[in-house]
């Protein structure tokens, strides 16, 4: 079964410090990982995707994403964070056994970014 | 030129009502999906549909019924509300496949009291 964990539930950082959130997966066949940003009483955002091709994937608003396969871990990163940042983050499969129909969401981790 | 619309917003209403949600996208995606997110902020999905033909019902209460009239509209039916049916709903599309990312519509925030 594909799944996708989120091992934190926040991360406090400090503005203008480097952020990371955590996400690990688990799938048969190639990862299809997607990172989602919800801001509050909003619907998800896109942020960035892992398909294939280079390991480091970079996306919307400054941030990027490390594709590791040996440790099956796709972390969220951004060199400098802002206020603006703070907002729930989730990470997502594809399920390929379904052919793409269903996508699997990590449980979210909370940002907070501190002034 | 919203991406991905849905109404209403909010909904409030009694337990063993019937009620409706609407949703639209414009951008030319043949697959649409029903999302329910719960208090404490896990995303499941619910459904999905493909060029109008439903492909995935996770193991949803037959309460439940999706309609899609054609590839841009799905509808999502829910009858005699219960209290746990408290949530969330979100909709959204993609294009097929894959690799395709999601975009979701702002939410219908049902209360069933």
């Known amino acids: 079964a594909q799944s996708v964990a989120q091992p934190e539930d926040q991360v406090n950082v400090a503005e203008g410090n480097p952020l990371t959130v955590k996400c690990t997966y688990s799938v048969s066949g190639n990862p299809y990982l997607f990172w989602y940003v919800q801001y509050p009483n909003r619907g998800l955002q896109f942020l960035l995707k892992?398909?294939?091709?280079?390991?480091l994937v970079k996306g919307s608003y400054g941030f990027e994403a490390e594709f590791n396969k040996s440790q099956t871990s796709f972390h969220l990163k951004k060199p400098s964070a802002l206020v603006s940042d703070s907002a729930l983050y989730f990470c997502?499969?594809?399920?390929?056994?379904?052919?793409?129909?269903?996508?699997?969401f990590g449980a979210g981790t909370r940002l907070f970014v501190k002034a | 030129d919203t991406a991905v619309s849905q109404t209403p917003k909010y909904l409030v209403t009694q337990m063993g009502n019937d009620k409706s949600i609407k949703c639209e996208q414009n951008?030319?995606?043949?697959?649409m999906y029903w999302y329910k997110q719960d208090s404490k902020k896990f995303l499941k999905i619910m459904f999905s549909y493909n060029n109008k033909e439903l492909i995935i019902n996770e193991t949803v209460p037959n309460r439940f019924s999706p309609k899609s009239p054609d590839k841009a509209h799905l509808n999502l039916h829910i009858n005699s509300l219960e209290l746990g049916d408290s949530a969330v709903y979100f909709c959204?599309?993609?294009?097929?496949?894959?690799?395709?990312?999601?975009?979701f519509g702002p939410g219908t925030r049902l209360t069933v009291t």
């Open positions: 959204a599309s993609s294009q097929d496949g894959l690799s395709y990312e999601q975009y």
């Open positions: 892992y398909i294939t091709g280079d390991n």
């Open positions: 951008l030319g995606h043949d697959t």
């Open positions: 997502a499969v594809r399920d390929i056994n379904t052919g793409g129909f269903k996508t699997i």
